[in-house]
């Protein structure tokens, strides 16, 4: 099974900053790669797929990069209601989620 | 606009087996090709995905749980369902169905019901 490992597993940040969370494959899954936003009591919400593209919706301010082994998602200039826990998950294989990245307020 | 709805027990005791549906609204479950998905998250935890249906019934599972589920899709109620046999503490979690962006075999998941806990206590 492909593993995909997160980092960092929480963060701290201020309103305005640039974040970056990297995902990491035990091995290449091309672009099949999700990012996704989660809200306590609230279901995933999908920002990125197939690694950069930017899901209907959402704002610009989310960016998704890489291929194969190496991903970030990046999140310039850091807003209040980006606080949430934030999972890629791989699709190249049968489906896979990182163990997430917590983004709190600094 | 499709919605997804997830109903069943909240409470399920040890080594019974857990039962959802999910309730698909706005559209037709079998005029779409989609792989239908089950995905769980533990209290405090990450999210795992627990396996998918297509509307004619074929299915793919985690393997870490393949021996204890069953996913099944009901084309005439439009609605699919998950059971998971002998259940222990560690199936607690909150249990959500989502379809996928696309109609391939494997994808994002870019539609969520809101999610059920399902808590396994005697």
Wanted: aromatic fraction near 10%.
């Amino acid at each position: 099974a492909i593993q995909l490992t997160q980092s960092p597993s929480s963060l701290s940040a201020s309103v305005g900053d640039r974040v970056t969370i990297t995902c990491r494959a035990s091995q290449g899954i091309s672009s099949a790669l999700a990012w996704y936003q989660q809200k306590p009591g609230r279901p995933p919400k999908l920002l990125i797929y197939d690694a950069s593209s930017l899901q209907s919706g959402v704002s610009s301010r989310f960016s998704g990069s890489g291929s194969g082994t190496e991903f970030t998602l990046t999140i310039t200039s850091l807003q209040p209601e980006d606080l949430a826990t934030y999972y890629c998950q791989q699709f190249y294989s049968l489906p896979h989620f990182g163990g997430g990245t917590r983004v709190e307020l600094k | 606009q499709l919605q997804l709805q997830e109903s069943g027990p909240g409470l399920v005791k040890p080594s019974e087996t857990l039962s959802l549906t999910c309730n698909v609204s706005g559209g037709s479950i079998s005029s779409s090709s989609y792989y239908w998905g089950w995905i769980r998250q533990p209290p405090g935890k990450g999210l795992e995905w627990i396996g998918s249906v297509y509307y004619g019934g074929t299915t793919f599972y985690n393997p870490s749980l393949k021996s204890r589920i069953t996913i099944s899709v009901d084309t005439s109620k439009n609605q699919f369902s998950l059971r998971l046999s002998s259940v222990t503490a560690t199936d607690t979690a909150v249990y959500y169905c989502a379809r996928p962006l696309t109609s391939v075999a494997y994808d994002a998941f870019d539609i969520w019901g809101q999610g059920t806990m399902v808590t396994v206590s005697s």
